[in-house]
């Protein structure tokens, strides 16, 4: 695995293609160096009530990997009951996702812990508002993007329109993971290869099928 900045902010081709996944994996390689680990994921839909607050099983996951302990409302600001998308389970809730609370609550994660991984939801234009994207939540906070790409059937096509996003928004990219999401796509090898010609760099990180995997 190449080496990765201290603070990065996960993004995928899609919901469902493992960042979460890739996120604990990457925490659990910096926590292995001796280094101050938290994870963040912002906005979450799908939670249920537990312990007297709404949780979110990524965010469960996340906070698992990390060995810095912090306020759930700065892990994750914003967390939603129904597993829809994140600006209409907001509206639904008579609440709008802020930039500048989430971007305050990284500011103090930020001084925590060595690495914060903070993990988005869905893909790079998924709505948090009616303005704003995930991709405007990356340029607020000033972060690099890692980007997960589910190898799977029109991943190639995914991976390039992000990266093409990303290159036109200004986002500093910080590298690319293959994550196997289809034990039964066909030609793996060759897409792989074709990712790696395509977005001109191998990935920092290719893992396997498993049979389970989170967004």
């Known amino acids: 695995m190449q080496t990765l900045p201290r603070h990065f902010f996960v993004t995928g ?19 292995a160096q001796g280094l101050k ?3 963040m994921k ?30 759930p409302e700065l892990i994750n600001p914003y967390c939603f009951e129904p597993p829809i ?39 790079l234009l998924v ?5 704003q994207t995930i991709a ?23 991976a390039l329109l992000t990266a093409q996003v990303l290159a036109q928004r200004k986002i500093e990219g910080c590298g690319w993971v293959a994550n196997s999401i289809d034990p039964q796509m066909s030609r793996p090898a060759e897409n792989l290869q074709t990712l790696i ?8 990180l290719t893992l396997p099928y498993q049979a389970s995997h989170s967004a």
Not at 13 to 31: E, I, Y
């Open 127 to 131: 709505p948090l508002n009616r303005t």
């Open 85 to 123: 998308a994140p600006h209409i389970a907001a509206a639904e809730a008579g609440v709008e996702i802020q930039l500048e609370v989430i971007e305050a609550a990284y500011r103090r994660l930020a001084t925590m812990a060595d690495v914060v991984v903070v993990e988005g939801a869905g893909g």
């Open 136 to 158: 405007d939540l990356i340029q607020a906070l000033a972060l690099p993007a890692l980007l997960v790409v589910g190898m799977r059937l029109g991943c190639i096509n995914h």
């Open 37 to 39: 680990v938290i994870g």
């Open 13 to 31: 081709t899609d919901t469902g293609v493992g960042k979460t996944t890739v996120s604990v994996r990457l925490m659990q390689a910096f926590a």
């Open 42 to 71: 912002p906005v979450a839909s799908g939670c249920e009530w537990m312990d007297g607050r709404w949780q979110n099983e990524d965010v469960r996951q996340l906070i698992a990997a990390s060995n810095v302990v912090a306020p």
């Open 197 to 204: 010609a395509c977005l001109r760099q191998p990935p920092v």
